[in-house]
């Protein structure tokens, strides 16, 4: 590493330290280089990731200026901001950046960044301004109405046939206007007019920008008609004053604002509710005695009481009692499901009716729950590649608008009809109220929270937004077998003789620590049988047992071990034996004092949904295959059950990753479903890895998406959520471009001169604030989305 380090450019002096698994490097070469020179070494470098809340925002082009502003930082390795949910997802190298230097980078740029106080989640900052926000836009919508109708009414006080009231003067009704529209302008519209004041104090512009620039245009040149009316007279035309249209486009942008923040607020609706799932309190036991003391007092080890109607406040295993629970929120499985001594529970379930104690296991940012919401999180805060042409386009839309605004004055001063310095202004304004960098920003991140959040409330976690949108585009699935096609432990599936000889068979299996063995023993005791304990046993390696119970001869095992046992055989038990092998079964052969007692098969038996799964996928277009270390006859035997046709049979667990990258270089995108430790470098590999909840947390680590049910159908459920969530970022894409496309030109006038037809400004501001709400309410549509 030190040579790699050493040999770039600009560097004097590299330095590796062992012990403490450091780098010093004494140079000038730009930190981004040293970690893509360490990684070349086949090493890595330690980053942390956090997430912050940003003030401030409110378009795509703040967004784009953000991240531009933290991934110039030395040792930022790569920024995302939400404009949906105001975050700001920091991936850094720690020692090298330090949170002032981000927040004074964000701070240059006319934003606010802030660290997450206390155990606030992100969500709950986010609602916290939404909902100040709220409240401060309600306020000044309330005023700002009032005024802007009372304003309306004195343009039209004689249509109106007020005139009987009042006789006014156009002096007097004009200087009542701007009585009116003064407070609407310096302090309705405060909202836009700080944030483009703090942009522009970095040399910078945002959609507030626009709106201010704009409001101000029809505002100052109304005030200035009155101030100085001679500036302003041409022949045959008397100068108007756009008072009116000045306080409208506030109100109608507010307005706008305020329905778009409503819509947003139900976008994260379902992370909420996982994060209510747990009760703020917890009664353990302590010293003797039951307490309930806050669930971040809760310790791993601490004996947790819970009763009838409450909510499980962490993970444990049941001590003693047992009930039902209702688990459907976080695993997406309706059905409640009875847990017992000995069985793990999660913190949030709800306890549907017995009372019982449990260990907790598991406690604060470990437990189900809180890593199921910090996924999410994760997921909502990340950008799909889709979202890539939105921030590039959205990185140079205002300074554009600004320019087709100059443009179009320019040309309707000059080139326009009389009076031509009023067309001038009015279609300026027009484009700079009708462009809306809103609606690209909110593309996105809405559908994606609303989609990850619908995913979530199915049990279905999606990590990040590359696997949302490699998703709906998947040709192959591939399934391991044990544990996610089939239950992932033996259970006895066929016995031909009768009861009392199963108890003697059963009994004499319970001395064996063999997994057929335990599969049998389990069988007898669901069937109620009363099992002894055996006089003698003795286990023969490869073929089976011997033993005797209650005075009989047991004999278990293979057709070998039956002729050294003197057992004779029959041609009906030799075909029933071969068609059970022919299953996919171990088959077995078991003898009582050396006479037949029957033929036995143990198996790993399919999931009852796992049919259903694969059904559905091959509905969906998607070739299904099977993945396992079995032998060729047991993974045809399973594939037949299931209606899969490519079988990859007897791969061993390091040959796993070969088989999915084959099956890449052939041309197909991958998704590979497993649970085991093994699968971890495959899921790795895959396009997009999908882990069984149930399964080994580091195949959840190494996955894309989880299905926390452990229910293959799942697999279906996600990619039909991505296929609907892809198709909704694209409406509410084409939405966003189609509406500037189509109504810039129009603010500008350039239908003018074939149909004389112009925008006005105050419709403009209506449109606008009308796409930011279309695309938001399109979003929330995800929500309804039909899946299986």
Same mark, same amino acid.
């Not at 809306?436 to 996105?444: M, R, S």
């Given at each position: 590493? !030190?040579?790699?380090? &050493?040999? /770039? *450019?600009? @560097?004097?002096? =590299?330095? $590796? +330290? #062992? %012990? ?46 953000? !991240?531009?502003?933290? &991934?110039? /930082? *030395?040792? @930022?390795?790569? =920024?995302? $901001? +939400? #404009? %949906? ?52 836009? /309600? ?6 109405? $009032?005024?802007? %109708? ?60 626009? $709106? ?577």
């Amino acid at each position: 590493m !030190e040579q790699k380090l &050493a040999g /770039l *450019p600009k @560097v004097q002096q =590299a330095a $590796v +330290n #062992l %012990a403490t698994a450091k780098a010093t490097v004494t140079g000038s070469v730009p930190v981004q280089e040293l970690v893509e020179a360490v990684e070349a070494a086949g090493y890595a470098v330690a980053t942390a990731t956090e997430t912050f809340t940003v003030q401030g925002l409110s378009c795509a082009s703040c967004v784009s200026r953000t !991240e531009k502003a933290l &991934a110039a /930082l *030395p040792g @930022v390795n790569a =920024a995302e $901001v +939400n #404009l %949906a949910n105001l975050t700001a997802t920091v991936r850094f190298i720690p020692g090298v950046v330090s949170f002032e230097a981000m927040r004074d980078a964000v701070n240059r740029s006319g934003y606010q960044l802030a660290r997450i106080g206390g155990d606030a989640e992100p969500e709950d900052v986010a609602e916290q301004e939404r909902e100040r926000e709220h409240r401060d836009i /309600l306020r000044r919508l309330r005023l700002g109405a $009032v005024l802007v %109708a009372a304003c309306f009414v004195l343009v039209h006080w004689h249509h109106l046939g007020l005139d009987a009231l009042a006789t006014l003067s156009d002096n007097h009704n004009h200087w009542l206007q701007f009585l009116l529209i003064a407070p609407v302008q310096l302090w309705v519209g405060w909202h836009f007019h700080k944030s483009a004041l703090a942009t522009a104090r970095h040399g910078a512009a945002n959609m507030h920008t626009l $709106v201010t620039v704009g409001t101000f245009s029809a505002f100052l040149y109304s005030l200035l008609v009155l101030l100085a009316p001679q500036l302003f007279v041409a022949p045959g035309v008397a100068a108007e004053v756009y008072f009116d249209t000045s306080g409208a486009i506030i109100v109608l942008i507010l307005l706008g604002r305020f329905l778009e923040l409503r819509a947003k607020g139900r976008t994260s609706q379902a992370i909420r509710k996982l994060m209510g799932l747990a009760p703020k309190t917890a009664r353990v036991i302590r010293d003797g005695e039951e307490r309930d003391i806050p669930l971040a007092e809760v310790a791993v080890g601490d004996h947790v009481v819970v009763r009838p109607g409450e909510k499980i406040p962490v993970d444990g295993v049941i001590l003693e009692g047992q009930s039902t629970l209702d688990e459907s929120l976080l695993t997406g499985e309706s059905i409640p499901v009875a847990r017992g001594a000995g069985d793990t529970v999660i913190g949030g379930a709800l306890n549907k009716s017995g009372a019982f104690t449990f260990e907790a296991a598991k406690v604060g940012r470990e437990t189900a729950l809180a890593r199921i919401v910090d996924m999410v999180q994760q997921a909502q805060g990340a950008k799909p590649p889709i979202a890539r042409l939105a921030d590039k386009i959205a990185a140079v839309f205002v300074p554009v608008v600004m320019g087709v605004a100059a443009v179009t004055f320019v040309v309707w001063w000059l080139f326009g009809p009389q009076p031509a310095l009023t067309y001038a202004l009015l279609n300026f304004v027009s484009v700079l109220i009708i462009a809306c960098p809103c609606a690209l920003g909110l593309a996105t991140p809405t559908s994606i929270m609303v989609g990850t959040g619908k995913g979530a409330e199915r049990g279905v976690l999606i990590r990040g937004g590359e696997a949302l949108e490699s998703a709906h585009k998947l040709d192959v699935v591939v399934f391991d077998k044990t544990g996610t096609l089939t239950r992932g432990e033996p259970h006895m599936t066929d016995w031909s003789g009768g009861r009392e000889h199963l108890a003697l068979i059963a009994s004499a299996e319970a001395r064996s620590e063999h997994p057929i063995a335990e599969a049998i023993v389990a069988h007898a005791r669901e069937q109620g049988l009363k099992l002894s304990d055996p006089e003698t046993f003795d286990g023969v390696a490869g073929l089976g047992i011997k033993a005797r119970v209650a005075g009989h001869d047991v004999v278990v095992g293979t057709r070998r071990l039956m002729a050294q046992s003197g057992v004779a055989l029959e041609e009906t038990t030799l075909a029933t034996l071969e068609a059970l092998e022919q299953e996919g079964k171990s088959a077995m052969l078991a003898a009582v004092d050396g006479q037949l007692a029957g033929v036995l098969a143990v198996a790993d038996v399919v999931k009852p949904e796992s049919r259903e799964a694969i059904d559905r996928l091959r509905a969906l277009g998607v070739e299904v295959a099977l993945l396992t270390g079995d032998n060729q006859r047991t993974a045809q035997a399973i594939a037949a059950q299931l209606g899969i046709e490519r079988v990859l049979a007897e791969v061993l667990p390091a040959n796993k990753f070969e088989e999915i990258q084959r099956l890449q270089e052939a041309g197909k995108r991958v998704a590979m479903v497993g649970d085991g430790v093994n699968d971890a470098p495959a899921l790795a590999r895959a396009d997009v890895g999908m882990a069984i909840g149930a399964g080994a947390d580091v195949a959840m680590e190494a996955a894309d998406i989880t299905l926390m049910s452990g229910d293959p159908r799942g697999v279906a459920t996600a990619i039909q959520l991505s296929r609907a969530t892809m198709a909704n970022i694209k409406q509410n894409l084409f939405w966003a471009f189609a509406y500037n496309i189509v109504l810039i030109p129009l603010a500008a006038g350039v239908w003018f001169p074939l149909f004389g037809v112009l925008l006005s400004p105050i419709f403009a501001a209506a449109a606008m604030g009308l796409s930011s709400v279309t695309v938001v309410s399109n979003a929330l549509r995800l929500r309804h989305a039909k899946l299986q």
